[in-house]
């Protein structure tokens, strides 16, 4: 065997000039679209401006700890299981043509849960975590629900209330969002919470102001 330096030299060139070559044309392919970037940005201004507004009422103690923990109660209690009921009724009581899809989301997202109560089992014993610990209850609860609960339900409005060719697109997304989060609300709020359990959230947060620990 004998190596040819110039003959190697030319084949990583070949395929080199093939990769950029390829990349190119990808790139050349790729365009932005006005109008979905410009509702992609309407979207992401929505989340930072309701954010900023409550970081900034909390900052200004318009909202102590006092009253963040009551805002999450009322949330968890009162204000996100209504929006569900109302969704869902709505989606049952409206003829439409979800047939069986509307099923499987719930069961996707108990799939989902366990999946990535698995992943976080492996990645705990990777990083060589206690399951008892703070960080590996963390871990498990970040791994097993790491969807972003009603988050979605924020950017459907943003990028479907107003759809220009297709109305029916919003209440489609809210269903769908809807169902999903029947199965994934109840178990987080449950199950979540009996795996972090008594976290030591005080010393964690010890150093951060007081509206940005957890409620």
Do not use: M
Not at 165 to 193: E, K, N
């Amino acid at each position: 065997f004998v190596w040819d330096a110039r003959l190697a030299s030319l084949t990583v060139g070949n395929r080199l000039s093939s990769s950029l070559s390829a990349v190119s044309t990808l790139l050349s392919q790729l365009r932005i679209q006005p109008a979905a970037f410009k509702t992609s940005i309407n979207a992401v201004l929505r989340l930072v401006s309701s954010c900023s507004l409550g970081l900034y009422a909390a900052s200004q103690g318009l909202l102590d700890q006092s009253s963040l923990s009551t805002l999450s109660r009322l949330i968890f209690a009162f204000f996100q299981p209504a929006l569900l009921f109302t969704n869902v009724a709505t989606t049952l009581a409206t003829p439409s043509s979800y047939g069986a899809s509307l099923a499987v989301l719930p069961v996707f997202a108990l799939l989902q849960i366990l999946f990535g109560s698995l992943y976080g089992q492996g990645l705990a014993s990777l990083l060589h975590l206690e399951p008892t610990s703070d960080e590996g209850k963390e871990l498990a609860v970040c791994s097993a629900f790491a969807n972003s609960g009603p988050l979605p339900l924020l950017f459907a409005d943003a990028f479907f209330r107003l759809h220009p060719t297709d109305p029916t697109l919003y209440p489609r997304a809210v269903a769908y969002i809807s169902f999903y989060l029947l199965a994934w609300s109840p178990l987080f709020w449950t199950v979540g919470a009996t795996i972090l359990g008594a976290v030591k959230t005080q010393a964690a947060y010890s150093s951060l102001p007081s509206y940005s620990s957890p409620p």
